[in-house]
């Protein structure tokens, strides 16, 4: 898995990204209407998204997804086996200034009931998007509120709800907006100024000119803050919706003789027929509930605010919902499935490490959380490349339908030899992944063959081809490449329907041609490994099933565990020749794997208008496609690094 020289990345080519990403989102948010729906309509911004992240579970669970503020509903669908979710969520904290401090938003907690292959809807709240909208700023010097955070049935029926703070008013003195309930939000602290919080459903009463909170079964929206010269705060948003502040045509700020009010709190819910142990907290003015739990995170920085909080001079905080779940049988142990003796030139990126989590009867385990960590005895400086923040030394992912889990890229932050381990490790299970760092001249590439399909017992239609140089010089004809199938199970993929292992010679190029590669009846994704002395390089091949026999989905009736309806939510790696380079199946002591099965994974998009969407779909996908282009350039640019070219 040696790359080639480093591709220097400048800094306009930085800005055209940046300005590429930002184009392509406008244009997916344009085109992406607004969806109708039985919840509010905040919540009708777009297409759902993507569930969530994962992230590590605590204590007595197996997998666990964090869900942080989008620009529109996130759906999640029950994993299989699962009839119970902890639930913690936090309300967005309101907007805070140097004149009053914005309120805290609210928190829920307690054990959701579910029913598995259920799909639950999920709206975080934070600027601009949450499941209730808080109430706007009167005028000048005003904030708004904080928008809610709420769980629904697919239907739209609430769950849970975690309210939205107040935003503080205008012109005050010692002002404090309300705070998000509980099962009421409180009032802001004005005198006869302060927008009422919500009780229960009802929304609180505007004082003044300002606008009163809805109540649940018109939305749950905060008032809007009054008008004037100094405006009202809004009223967060919640079950129901706290009341907005009233504004003033004239204001003084001295003494202790407030001219506006701030907005009052959003309340919180929790369905009493579908939560167990319903917790609802509240916080203390602007402190935010439950800041010992440890899902809850701060701002990173003196500026802004942490989860749920108030804005001090600042805005409130965003709100987050965590969900973690037991799965019965849970995981016994997780292969190494990828990267087995992995082995890289100093300096350069390694390829992704994979494991497989499977359940004492051999099965695979999905929508179980991978903590990936690194251990870095020889001082390597090893780090995983991560998107949505910095580079790090932990990653999280989720199995797959088939208990398959992957690592990120992996970096290296120094030019010394040795060797690292990345531990990877669940409800359960452990394993240590063992990369070598050691000079090689030799470089191995893919020069054809990667990501093709084939159906059960046909032949793959192109060869496999890996180039060798050596010394930066292509090889001599004759130089021997092992081609490897890493896994050992009687319905993997074969050379010549027969051979697990090949070894064949180059021609003048510096080019071997591996035999022809015949599908077993296993389906999913296989990795073949190419190798000389210590170089490597991965090819990634999937099996479909065939004779017009239809592909089996997660949770079908052969009983596939359900996979989680997840993209991809864990910290992805960069962009890499192959989409993908691990394997499905379990590894024996000899790190060969002792399965057929490989894992599922699409190496082919599709036609765009089988999504059902027609124009508009193609429209989105091709919007949607361009973010993505700018925001990986605009990701990658400013670092040199080591890439690829391995070609395919």
């Not at 292992?501 to 021609?507: A, E, I, L, N, Q």
Request: glycine share 20%.
């Amino acid at each position: 898995m040696h790359h080639g020289p480093a591709v220097p990345r400048r800094a306009g080519f930085r800005l055209g990204a940046a300005a590429l990403t930002f184009a392509a989102l406008a244009a997916g948010t344009a085109l992406s209407g607004a969806p109708a729906g039985a919840v509010p309509a905040a919540t009708a911004a777009g297409s759902p998204a993507p569930a969530g992240k994962a992230c590590t579970p605590t204590e007595g669970f197996s997998g666990c997804r964090l869900f942080v503020p989008t620009d529109a509903k996130q759906d999640f669908k029950v994993p299989s086996g699962v009839t119970g979710l902890d639930v913690r969520a936090w309300g967005e904290g309101g907007t805070g200034n140097s004149m009053a401090h914005g309120g805290a938003g609210g928190f829920v907690a307690g054990t959701l009931k579910v029913t598995p292959g259920e799909v639950l809807s999920l709206a975080v709240g934070g600027p601009g998007f949450g499941d209730a909208l808080a109430g706007k700023a009167g005028s000048r010097g005003a904030e708004r509120g904080g928008n809610s955070s709420a769980i629904r049935t697919s239907g739209g029926s609430a769950l849970v709800v975690a309210g939205g703070g107040g935003g503080a008013g205008g012109d005050i003195a010692h002002g404090q907006a309300g705070t998000a309930g509980g099962e009421n939000g409180q009032d802001g602290t004005e005198k006869d100024r302060g927008g009422k919080g919500a009780t229960g459903a009802k929304g609180g009463a505007g004082t003044g000119n300002g606008a009163a909170g809805a109540d649940h079964a018109k939305g749950g929206a905060g008032g809007a803050g009054g008008a004037g010269r100094y405006g009202g705060g809004g009223g967060g948003a919640g079950y129901a919706g706290g009341g907005g502040g009233t504004g003033a045509e004239t204001g003084s700020s001295t003494g202790n003789d407030p001219t506006t009010g701030s907005g009052g709190g959003g309340s919180s819910y929790a369905e009493p027929a579908r939560v167990d142990d319903a917790r609802l907290v509240v916080g203390d003015r602007y402190t935010a509930p439950e800041k010992k739990d440890p899902f809850w995170a701060s701002a990173g920085n003196p500026i802004d605010s942490g989860v749920a909080e108030g804005g001090v001079n600042a805005p409130g905080g965003p709100g987050r919902i965590v969900l973690q779940w037991r799965q019965s049988p849970g995981t016994d142990r997780l292969i190494q499935v990828s990267g087995t003796d992995a082995t890289t030139n100093p300096g350069t990126d390694v390829e992704p490490l994979a494991v497989v989590a499977r359940d004492k009867d051999g099965k695979p385990v999905a929508d179980t959380s991978v903590t990936f960590t690194v251990e870095d005895p020889d001082g390597l400086k090893p780090f995983f490349y991560l998107t949505g923040g910095p580079d790090g030394d932990e990653a999280v992912v989720a199995t797959d339908a088939q208990g398959r889990a992957q690592t990120p890229w992996i970096g290296l932050g120094s030019r010394k030899e040795g060797s690292f381990t990345v531990r990877a490790k669940t409800q359960g299970a452990t394993a240590a992944l063992t990369v070598r760092v050691k000079a090689s001249p030799y470089t191995v590439s893919r020069a054809g063959g990667n990501e093709q399909k084939a159906e059960q017992g046909q032949d793959f239609a192109d060869a496999l081809l890996a180039r060798v140089v050596k010394s930066g010089e292509t090889v001599p004809a004759g130089t021997e490449v092992e081609f490897r199938v890493e896994d050992t199970g009687e319905d993997a993929p074969r050379f010549e329907g027969e051979d697990r292992v090949v070894r064949v010679k180059t021609d003048d190029s510096g080019v071997a041609t591996a035999p022809a590669l015949t599908a077993g009846e296993g389906t999913g994704t296989y990795t073949v490994a190419a190798s000389v002395g210590d170089a490597m390089t991965q090819f990634a091949v999937e099996v479909v099933p065939g004779d017009g026999s239809p592909e089996p989905g997660p949770g079908d009736e052969s009983g596939s565990p359900s996979a989680s309806p997840t993209a991809d939510p864990s910290p992805s790696a960069e962009p890499s020749p192959s989409s993908s380079t691990a394997i499905s199946g379990t590894t024996g002591g000899d790190g060969t794997s002792t399965t057929g099965g490989g894992t599922s994974t699409a190496l082919d998009g599709g036609s765009l208008a089988s999504t059902g969407a027609g124009g508009m779909g193609l429209l989105l996908a091709a919007a949607a496609a361009l973010a993505a282009v700018g925001f990986a350039a605009f990701r990658l640019a400013p670092r040199l690094k080591p890439r690829s070219r391995d070609g395919a």
